[in-house]
């Protein structure tokens, strides 16, 4: 903003050293502001009643190709990938998204979702409660409506700017108490650009539209607080509005991940010899659980998430029906260990029965077994 209000190279600079530093952070971020970037310029090629705004395009130029020249180690792999033909979409673009009424309603740690309703509506969104997180807050929106005579003259770019970000954070449709709603939005357009198809969580475009958010409810706040006479008052009437604000923003932790190493491990932490180990079943959750596990015992393990796997691995091509192809595969890539965890049975990955028949069972409590593999 500064670098568009200016000439001076130096604000030029800066933005591109802080798009190049939120890049790195995360891609989603880059991603964000350029959207930013790309509204920003609209906006103001209406504001001045032009379509081309040299000026602006320019430094937008300047900015944004600054920081893809200096991550272009990064970048250009993410090209190839995604020209090569390969699936490099995992989808969520009409999943990962908030839901309309998910900006009004108390999310699901709020104090507040102990109410039966606010518990229930929170259940019919589509995404997780982590990926569905657009709650503007019932206090702030209360204070925004009542000072809007008062500051909508003032706010108004803000809030384009936030309702703009609101529209991208519905991903590819919106969603009302997890029904999809046939409107298009912009986000119909995401899943169809190449590169621009990895930003699969549209519920975190959220970030700016809070970034312009702040702005507005700050903005009704000072003009609240002025309407009091009385600097006393005036004390007074914040320290509650804070209060309550704070309040409203407040999240509580309902549910807490028992962190602990099954005692399994502590049999196989014995062996000597570099192996591997493989955690049945697989599925998206029971990997992120393999992966604390990971952490506390050190042992590699065949499957868990990065953010880009850049060549197919052993999880890839196992085999979870020929057991003897599969004990080939684990025993050419040194896996010398199948643990099967109990709390994820029954599944259709894995038929424990038949893992006793084909491999031996070293280890077995009402947790886990542990089958040797070679």
Known sequence: VKAARRESPVSLLWAGVFLTLNALVDWNYFVYCCWFILFAYLYLAIRRRRAWLPDIASKSVVVAGSTLVILSPLVIPMLRAAMSGLPTDAGGHNRFVVDLMGFFIPFADHPLAIIDWVG???Q???????????????????LVIVMWKDISGVVMPYVIGAVSFVIMSLGAQPHLFGWPIPVLVPGRLVPMIPLLSNSRAPSRNVVFAYLFWS?????????????FRSRRIQIAAGIVLVALLAFDYTSMSHETTPVFLPKCYAALQKDAEPYGLLDLPLGYQQTERYMMYQ??????????????KLNRTLVDTLSLTDLSIQRSQLKASRVKYVVVHKGFLPSVDIDSEAYRRTYSPVYEDDQNIVFKVY
């Open 215 to 227: 702005i507005i409810v700050a903005v009704a706040a000072g003009r609240f607080l002025a309407t």
């Open 295 to 308: 952490s506390m015992h050190g042992i590699p393990i065949v499957e868990g998430w990065v953010s880009r």
């Open 120 to 122: 229930s509506a929170n």
């Open 124 to 142: 019919s969104y589509t995404s997780w409660a982590w990926e569905n997180t657009g709650y503007l807050g019932i206090v702030a929106i209360a």
